[in-house]
Each structure stands twice: as C-alpha cells, then as structure tokens.
Nanobody
Framework: QVQLVESGGGFVQAGGSLTLSCVAS????????MAWFRRAPGKGREFVAA????????YYADSVKGRFTASRYNAKTTFSLQMDILNPEVPAVYSC???????????????????WGQGTQVTVSS
C-alpha cells in the first residue's frame, strides 16, 4: 500500500523559512516523479515544485522560483521542500504527490499524479 506522509508545516512570519518533508512507502521511490502542490481554502491545487525520477530535472512554479528548493533522497524515500523568504499569503495545505511516467508537459498539473499525502498546513503571517 502506497503512503505519503508530510510533516513540517506550521506558522511562520513573513520572510521566514520552513522545511516540509514527505516520506514515501510502498513505492519504488526512485522511479516516481515527486511533486508538491498547495491548496488555499476554496481554490484548486496549485503546483509548487516537482522532481522527476533521478537525474531528470527539478521544476518550480514561477511564484516560488529562487525562494523554494525541492530535494529528494532516494535512499531514504524522502522528498523535501525548503521554503525561504516566505510571503504573507492565505493559509494553504501543502501536499506531496507521486506519479509514474508523467510527461514533462503534464507535471505541473495534479491529475497525472497517482498518490497523494494528507497534507500539512502552512500559515505565513504578515
């Protein structure tokens, strides 16, 4: 059974940092594209970052490029998101997602991802 478990969310002041982690089990981790999406209340899932299977590239939403860093540790089946210089925004739930054989043209969309974690709340205060 595939499980993705996120941790690391919380409250932070604008300009601060948080690191989110996602631990995967039940998947051949290094064969999957891993991604972070976020969802604010009443809105759809928004792409944040993704790393394709080993050595195939890391991708970011324009809104977080230069401030967020996604990393994956295949030996530990862990996927992380270092978030720096956080902007004050509506609170959002950040979710980890995993998918296999996702085309480059599709990795910024939620539909191709097969597995999702429960999410972790991030609130940035001004």
């Amino acid at each position: 059974q595939v499980q993705l478990v996120e941790s690391g969310g919380g409250f932070v002041q604008a300009g601060g940092s948080l690191t989110l982690s996602c631990v995967a089990s039940g998947v051949t981790f290094n064969a999957y594209t891993m991604a972070w999406f976020r969802r604010a209340p009443g809105k759809g899932r928004e792409f944040v970052a993704a790393i394709r299977r080993a050595g195939c590239g890391t991708y970011y939403a324009d809104s977080v490029k230069g401030r967020f860093t996604a990393s994956r540790y295949n030996a530990k089946t862990t996927f992380s998101l270092q978030m720096d210089i956080l902007n004050p925004e509506v609170p959002a739930v950040y979710s980890c997602a995993a998918g296999r054989d996702i085309l480059l043209s599709s990795l910024r969309m939620p539909d191709p991802y097969h597995w999702w974690g429960q999410g972790t709340q991030v609130t940035v205060s001004s």
